[in-house]
């Protein structure tokens, strides 16, 4: 395999160098600009115009001194394959490309957390509906499986089933939906534009309903009715149920470190919103929720962030005013004294 590109004169030997370059890292860009027939790319190979080709690859190309013996290794045994595999095809027709090097492609794509990528490349492939319904199957067979139905299961087991559940669901809502999940315009919204969803949050909160505000919250962190009714629907034990969201919205909030520091701070968020007297004190609540300030420390800045960073908290915050009537982002209090994470058992 060559390492740099000025050394390939042939086109279609330089289309399987920056093909293998993009399945290394998992990317689509390479392939989407062969797929398209108006694009440069491909019309430089159609054309055998090598020196424009050069431009293309010199955008896309790596420096090879930069990868490790293992990536290296790795490189050349991903153009041997493709060469092998797909090389006398895409000599015969490089648009649209192999259906299984696609396929291939949205797999690593998937493996390195590039859901953009693997979209374009299932999408591209027309396995993406497939695919992401592989995801949900998965998911909704372990939920409703024996082991987990039978409440027979220990925590630790039973947690670590639910995580691989929750890590199914959230890879079939990103894949489906890469450019979903705006949750620093969704928090946003339920609290200050929707008020339809906003009420009936709200009356579910005002009576403790342990099931609605689950479900709801679920389907909150999914954003995609058709994926979070089989979801739902397949968590017909209340124990699942917030055992599942916990993981759920763990997964969403970046891995257990991240949500455990979550939840601490809002532990110290709810005593220091019980012991608030003065102004500076209820200011300072949506601080220590966010741990740390914003960029003028305005409610709705913090609510954006903590939607952005810890989705599941628009669901476990609400907007209070001081005594100054100044808003500010407070935590969930129910009317048993309990806060919202702690009914959910969240923390």
């Known amino acids: 395999m060559q390492t740099q590109f000025e050394d390939i004169n ?5 289309v399987l160098h920056l093909l293998s370059l993009s399945y290394l890292y998992g990317d689509f860009a390479i392939p989407y600009h062969f797929m398209n027939v108006s694009s440069q790319a491909y019309l430089s190979v159609k054309k055998g115009d090598i020196e424009a080709l050069h431009q293309f690859a010199s955008r896309n190309w790596i420096d090879f001194d930069l990868l490790s013996e293992e990536k290296q290794t790795e490189l050349e045994q ?4 493709i060469s092998n595999q797909y090389g006398e095809q895409l000599k015969i027709e490089l648009a649209p490309l192999p259906l299984e090097f696609l396929t291939e492609l949205g797999e690593r794509a998937l493996k390195f957390g590039k859901f953009r990528d693997a979209h374009s490349a299932f999408k591209a492939s027309g396995d993406l509906e497939k695919r992401v319904n592989q995801f949900i199957v998965e998911a909704t067979q372990i939920l409703n499986s024996k082991d987990l139905t039978s409440g027979e299961m ?3 087991a039973l947690d670590g089933k639910l995580s691989q ?11 489906k939906n890469p450019f979903g999940n705006q949750f620093q315009k969704l928090g946003p919204q339920l609290h200050y534009e929707d008020a339809e969803a906003a009420r009936k949050y709200g009356k579910y909160i005002e009576q403790s309903l342990f099931k609605e505000i689950i479900d709801f919250t679920i389907q909150f962190l999914i954003d995609d009715r058709s994926i979070d009714s089989k979801i739902t629907n397949a968590l017909s ?4 149920r917030r055992a599942f969201l916990k993981q759920l919205a763990t997964r969403f909030s970046g891995g257990a470190d991240r949500f455990k520091s979550f939840t601490e701070n809002y532990r110290q968020a709810v005593e220091m919103l019980k012991e608030a007297k003065t102004e500076k004190d209820f200011l300072e609540v949506q601080k220590t929720l966010l741990g740390r300030g914003t960029g003028d420390n305005e409610y709705y800045q913090f609510l954006q962030e903590l939607s952005l960073e810890h989705p599941v908290s628009a669901l476990l915050v609400n907007t209070q005013m001081t005594q100054e009537n100044k808003p500010f982002i407070a ?3 129910l009317k048993s004294g309990a806060s919202l994470l702690e009914f959910l058992e969240l923390a």
């Open 331 to 333: 935590p969930t209090i």
């Open 10 to 14: 042939e086109p279609y030997e330089l």
């Open 154 to 156: 220990g925590d630790e």
């Open 165 to 175: 559940a929750a890590e199914f669901v959230f890879q079939a809502v990103k894949l």
């Open 237 to 240: 034990i209340g124990k699942l």
């Open 78 to 81: 991903i153009y041997d394959k």
